[in-house]
């Protein structure tokens, strides 16, 4: 068993009191059912694996654990933080479910996602009915400016960033400033606008 695990997480904080949260599994490789060794286990044999995956798409954050709201790997993830990942390997029996041997890699060659060498835009939660995130990602330093407009062409928000550093950055944005609607989130980056659709809820 392989498994892609976030370090912390703090944005799926809801009702409980808990605030942030250890080790939360991300994704399975290649999936829940793990891959069979086969040939069994004998003491002193080596068997070698290499694993990879790539997260695609923008960050959500499912509204609950059932089936509906899982994350679709082939579209979108829900990594808050790229950096803060690692990797845990198990060799089990699934008829006892008795563990033999675990280990956290210590050689993870590297963890990215698809939109790591360009510039992106995500916000998030989207629908947004309070407090939220926008990230920015900067592929090289530039002077950037945000806007955000409603469907009638108004400017309700602008702001210059001045230039921004290589990177992630990320800015709160407050659904309680805005009425009911959609917007869109304009981002000019050194004269590249990226734009992003955002949901306003009650």
């Known amino acids: 068993m392989v498994a ?4 912390k997480t703090v944005k799926n ?7 942030e949260f250890i080790y939360v599994v991300k994704k399975m490789l290649p999936d829940e059912n793990g891959e069979l060794l086969n040939g069994g286990l004998q003491a002193g044999n080596t068997k070698t694996f290499t694993k990879d995956f790539t997260f695609q798409g ?3 954050l499912p ?4 089936a509906a709201q899982r994350i679709n790997h082939a579209t979108e993830h829900s990594i808050e933080d790229f950096n803060n990942l690692t990797v845990i390997a198990w060799v089990q029996d699934l008829t006892t479910k008795e563990v033999f041997q675990s280990m ?3 050689n993870v060659t ?4 698809e939109i ?4 992106s835009l995500s916000v998030y939660p989207n629908p947004l009915n309070n407090e939220g995130l926008i990230e920015l990602n900067i592929e090289k330093a530039a002077n950037t400016n945000i806007s955000i407009i409603d469907l009638t062409g108004k400017v309700v928000f602008q702001e210059e960033l001045g230039t921004l550093s290589v990177g992630k950055h990320l800015f709160d944005i407050n659904g309680k400033n805005f009425d009911y609607g959609v917007y869109l989130i304009n981002v000019m980056v050194d004269g ?4 992003k659709k955002i949901t306003i809820t009650e």
Not at 4 to 7: F, P, V, Y
Not at 110 to 113: E, L, T
Not at 192 to 195: A, N, V
Request: negative net charge.
């Open 63 to 66: 509204s609950d654990g059932s």
């Open 110 to 113: 590297s963890v990215k996602n």
């Open 13 to 19: 904080v809801k009702t409980n009191g808990e605030t």
């Open 4 to 7: 892609i695990l976030e370090k």
């Open 104 to 106: 956290e890699a210590t």
């Open 192 to 195: 590249e606008l990226i734009s």
């Open 116 to 119: 790591s060498n360009s510039n």
């Open 58 to 60: 923008d960050y959500r």
